[in-house]
């Protein structure tokens, strides 16, 4: 296994201390090897299931998919309909 080291600020230490009691762990670090974990193990970064994929012959399936796919002309209201689901998207707070 790596080791990481990383410096916090004392109040910082202390804000993630409380955090990591309140989330059940033990101590700080159990706390901080947990977060990147799961982060470690995000396959997704929120795309759809149908879109994720985990080889490179996957994804070059999915290329050759979209290169064979018919092109459709997006209008003024199409980019702003996907602006705005992006933006709400992006300003809820992650829980």
Request: net charge negative; no cysteine.
């Amino acid at each position: 296994m790596t080791q990481l080291t990383i410096g916090l600020a004392d109040d910082v230490k202390i804000k993630l201390e409380a955090r990591a009691a309140i989330a059940g762990h033990a101590s700080l670090e159990g706390f901080v090897q947990s977060i990147l974990n799961d982060e470690a193990d995000a396959a997704s970064f929120d795309g759809p299931a149908h879109l994720t994929v985990d080889t490179t012959a996957k994804l070059e399936e999915k290329l050759k998919e979209g290169i064979n796919s018919r092109a459709i002309q997006m209008t003024a209201a199409d980019w702003s309909q996907m602006r705005n689901g992006l933006i709400e998207r992006h300003q809820k707070s992650p829980e």
